[in-house]
């Protein structure tokens, strides 16, 4: 309802629809831990994501940005979870809206090789304490939806 009332405000006033990304929520099975990995410019706690891509439907474009940036490989579900909003710093000085569709990836292994290997870090953390580290409200709460971890600590 609040994310209705914003967007029906945001076009009366003029700010233009949110651009559309897409994430991982990187799950370990058996202790319901969540995989963040920092991000590369400001080095603050996220999940992987990215824009989506031809030919992939927007799941299996999450899971390769699950790949690219942590190294990810896992299951994803096709039906996402949640979708939260922010604004996108561009390299011209402004920042655009971005909604972000979220799908659940259950990992069954991580790599220690993986593209963005050298340029992020990663590491499980229990929902709750996940739901701290981000900055993103909406992605806070999906987070704080999760049922509580089971035990500490997951494997990396």
Not at 58 to 71: F, I, K, M, S
Request: aromatic content about 8%.
């Amino acid at each position: 309802m609040i994310i209705e009332f914003r967007e029906r405000l945001a076009r009366l006033i003029g700010r233009r629809p949110p651009d559309m990304q897409v994430a991982a929520l990187c799950l370990n099975e058996t202790t319901g831990d969540v995989l963040l990995v920092t991000s590369r410019g400001t080095g603050r706690w996220i999940v992987p994501k990215g824009w989506p891509m031809p030919g992939r439907s927007l799941a299996d474009a999450a899971r390769q940005e699950a790949w690219e940036e942590a190294g990810v490989v896992g299951r994803v579900t096709e039906t996402e979870i949640g979708r939260y909003h922010y604004d996108k710093d561009q390299d011209r000085g402004f920042a655009i809206p971005v909604e972000v569709r979220v799908f659940p990836l259950y990992v069954d292994r991580l790599e220690r090789e993986f593209p963005e290997a050298h340029e992020r870090k990663r590491r499980w953390f229990t929902p709750e304490d996940a739901a701290r580290m981000v900055a993103e409200t909406g992605l806070k709460q999906l987070l704080r939806r999760l049922p509580a971890a089971k035990h500490r600590p997951a494997p990396e």
